[in-house]
């Protein structure tokens, strides 16, 4: 996926974080869209920074890069919500482009999906779009359904990466 769609995907996927964490519609909807926003979007552009530094699709494109964005709310207070921008950009790395990630860095071999499609196709923002809304689905039941189903204790920990 080029930049412009990492971009795209982190605005998008944040405007509809800020309606699944606060529906009202209202002030504190804006207000959760503007706290999301730009974490979401320097996390999606983080990982392309292993163009310039270390090996493209495999020094920040990996689930340790990932460990770390997920441990910094926990273990030092900040960085809320940049883990998002960095697994939507996998993702859209993964079905957006013919090529794969090595997700498990410093092993070498690139994982890549079947039905993904060219970074140059005409379709690249149509499913751009598309991942947007499916991820936004899986959002909403993690904060609407799951609550149902999960035990107090996985909850807590889930609030600690969203508040
Ligand atoms: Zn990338």
Same mark, same amino acid.
């Given at each position: 996926?080029?930049?412009?769609?990492?971009?795209?995907?982190?605005?998008?996927?944040?405007?509809?974080?800020?309606?699944?964490?606060?529906?009202?519609?209202?002030?504190?909807?804006?207000?959760?869209?503007? =706290?999301?926003?730009?974490?979401?979007?320097?996390?999606?552009?983080?990982?392309?920074?292993?163009?310039?530094?270390?090996?493209?699709?495999?020094?920040?494109?990996?689930?340790?890069?990932?460990?770390?964005?997920?441990?910094?709310?926990?273990?030092?207070?900040?960085?809320?919500?940049?883990?998002?921008?960095?697994?939507?950009?996998?993702?859209?790395?993964?079905?957006?482009?013919?090529?794969?990630?090595?997700?498990?860095?410093?092993?070498? =071999?690139?994982?890549?999906?079947?039905?993904?499609?060219?970074?140059?196709?005409?379709?690249?923002?149509?499913?751009?779009?598309?991942?947007?809304?499916?991820?936004?689905?899986?959002?909403?039941?993690?904060?609407?359904?799951?609550?149902?189903?999960?035990?107090?204790?996985?909850?807590?920990?889930?609030?600690?990466?969203?508040?």
């Amino acid at each position: 996926m080029n930049k412009d769609g990492h971009v795209l995907n982190a605005v998008l996927l944040s405007i509809g974080l800020g309606y699944v964490l606060e529906p009202a519609g209202d002030f504190s909807t804006f207000r959760t869209i503007a =706290e999301v926003l730009i974490p979401v979007t320097l996390g999606a552009l983080f990982p392309d920074v292993d163009t310039a530094f270390g090996r493209h699709r495999k020094t920040l494109h990996n689930f340790g890069v990932l460990g770390i964005f997920l441990a910094f709310p926990v273990v030092f207070g900040n960085l809320q919500f940049v883990w998002i921008g960095v697994l939507t950009h996998y993702v859209l790395d993964l079905l957006g482009s013919k090529r794969g990630l090595a997700l498990l860095y410093p092993y070498d =071999e690139e994982f890549s999906v079947p039905f993904g499609v060219s970074t140059s196709s005409k379709y690249a923002n149509t499913v751009m779009v598309a991942i947007t809304a499916f991820e936004l689905a899986i959002a909403a039941a993690l904060v609407y359904v799951a609550p149902a189903y999960l035990p107090q204790t996985v909850l807590d920990g889930v609030t600690t990466f969203l508040a």
